[in-house]
């Protein structure tokens, strides 16, 4: 069994992540707010995909709220203080669902996009990149990455929490099994799934349980 993984929002609590990030800027005498209303600008579209430069958004904030180099130096370090504290957003059940599908012997694949520095210290830090047979951090479509790993013969799963995602890779390989980790802010992607009949789950314990069950028919 082949089990291909999203990093954000499906093994990583990306939205605890950038709330964090968002409270770094108290440091400098300014709201959570900030951080999200300047979010976008600090996004490069690489590619047709997003690129969050967190250099780009520090320079951004100190440029439009006048702070000091001396203050631009405090925020930078109070991000990667964040950044470099990557088990603390782990969702709870995320090791123990890899320490699962490992002990199975499964081949697990994280396939993770957006800025390779920022998403390698998400990973690293956190500690689960021993868990992956392979780590690939990518610029563009995820469809493509999958491709190179889909052997027809070979029982293989992606799970993302990104329903169009999911649908790329259905379009090119129908045998692939796909399945939704569900996000409580996006209850639009479970619906869809349902529609499409895709497996989605809120939990990742179920999901291992899911795969354990499946994988042996």
């Known amino acids: 069994m082949k089990v291909i993984l999203d990093w954000d929002h499906t093994l990583f609590d990306t939205n605890h992540f950038k709330n964090d ?3 770094a800027l108290a440091i400098a005498g300014l709201p959570k707010r900030i951080f999200f ?14 690129d969050y430069d967190y250099l780009k958004h520090l320079k951004i904030v100190g440029q439009r709220h006048h702070l000091s180099s001396k203050k631009i130096v405090r925020l930078k370090q109070k991000f990667l203080k964040v950044m470099n504290d990557g088990s603390r957003y782990l969702f709870p ?3 123990k669902f890899l320490k ?7 081949r697990l694949i994280l396939c993770t996009l957006g800025n390779k520095e920022l998403q390698r210290q998400k990973i690293y830090s956190s500690g689960a990149q021993k868990y992956f047979s392979l780590i690939l951090i990518t610029s563009g479509s995820k469809h493509k990455i999958v ?6 013969k070979e029982k293989t799963y992606f799970l993302s929490d990104n329903i169009d995602e999911l649908k790329k890779v259905a379009e090119r390989f129908p045998f692939v099994k796909l399945i939704l980790k569900k996000r409580p802010d996006k209850k639009e992607a479970g619906e869809e799934a349902r529609r499409l009949r895709l497996a989605s789950f809120t939990n990742l314990l179920r999901i291992s349980r899911f795969l354990l ?3 042996k028919k």
Request: aromatic share 12%.
């Open 213 to 215: 069950e499946d994988s």
């Open 37 to 50: 209303e300047t979010y976008q600008e600090a996004v490069r579209q690489k590619n047709g995909y997003y």
């Open 93 to 95: 059940e995320t090791v």
């Open 21 to 23: 990030l968002a409270g």
């Open 100 to 106: 699962i599908l490992k002990k199975s012997g499964a």
């Open 147 to 152: 491709r190179i790993f889909v052997e027809p």
